[in-house]
């Protein structure tokens, strides 16, 4: 499975310093390359392919269907649209921490995932101990643009507390 990408999901990963934890484990991530140049080139993109995000373009047809895609749901913007039709392929899937984005994959049946989702596998991949996940959420949850549901971050913090 390759585990395609949002921005918001590497966000909140550099936040918690997981890039080295996320990119060290089994899991294959992914970003389409406009999102790679348009959102991560500039900010460090070369040090997290260096870790082992793969950056992959899109055939015609996945860019006509992002583009379609934009149009007709302004609020997603196109970097969200190139990964989305990047995760349609089989054995993909979407990995977001936006709500609308998240929304409009599950309507057209594209597996989707979101952050907690993911620290929730690597700890059971035994990438990373729950101690390590705790410091990282807190440091996420802390942030003032955190968008994570505070129920579900509060039931890991506590889980993940010793």
């Known amino acids: 499975m ?15 310093d997981l890039f080295e934890v996320a990119f060290g484990s089994s899991l294959d991530l992914a970003v389409p390359d406009l999102l790679y140049e348009r959102e991560l ?29 934009q149009r007709q749901h302004p609020k997603l913007s196109l970097p969200d649209c190139f990964a989305l039709a990047y995760a349609r392929r089989p054995e993909h899937a ?13 309507s057209i049946k594209i597996r989707c995932h979101g952050l907690l989702w993911l620290l929730d596998c690597l700890i059971g991949i035994g990438a990373a101990v729950p101690g390590t996940m705790h410091v990282a959420l807190e440091k996420i949850a802390q942030h003032p643009r955190c968008r994570l549901p505070k129920q579900e971050v509060r039931k890991r913090l506590e889980a993940w507390k010793n």
């Open 41 to 69: 080139a500039a900010g460090g993109g070369d040090s997290l392919r260096t870790l082992g995000l793969q950056v992959v373009a899109l055939e015609p047809e996945e860019v006509e269907f992002a583009q379609i895609t």
């Open 2 to 16: 390759i585990f395609v990408a949002d921005s918001s999901v590497l966000i909140d990963l550099e936040r918690g």
């Open 94 to 106: 979407l990995l977001t921490g936006d709500a609308e984005l998240r929304s409009f994959a599950e």
